[in-house]
């Protein structure tokens, strides 16, 4: 069964290199045990969660150009 997690106290933070455009991500890792990603053009529509070290292992790849 899937829990819901809970993000009332989520801490959204935007990347300092997104400059002022409209079109990044928000990113929340003040909450236990998951790290929270959201649109920030339109945050109702939707949020992905990671555990700290899937997170970690995205931002490697990322970081690889794995995604490229």
Known sequence: MATET???R???QT???SGNGGNC???ARNLP???AVR???NPEAGTLV???AEWNVLLGS???SQFS
């Open 39 to 41: 649109d920030s053009k």
């Open 10 to 12: 989520a801490a959204w």
């Open 6 to 8: 809970d993000l009332s």
């Open 25 to 27: 991500v928000e990113v």
């Open 33 to 35: 045990g998951v790290v």
């Open 50 to 52: 990671f555990s700290p």
């Open 15 to 17: 990347s300092s290199y």
């Open 62 to 64: 990322i970081r690889q």
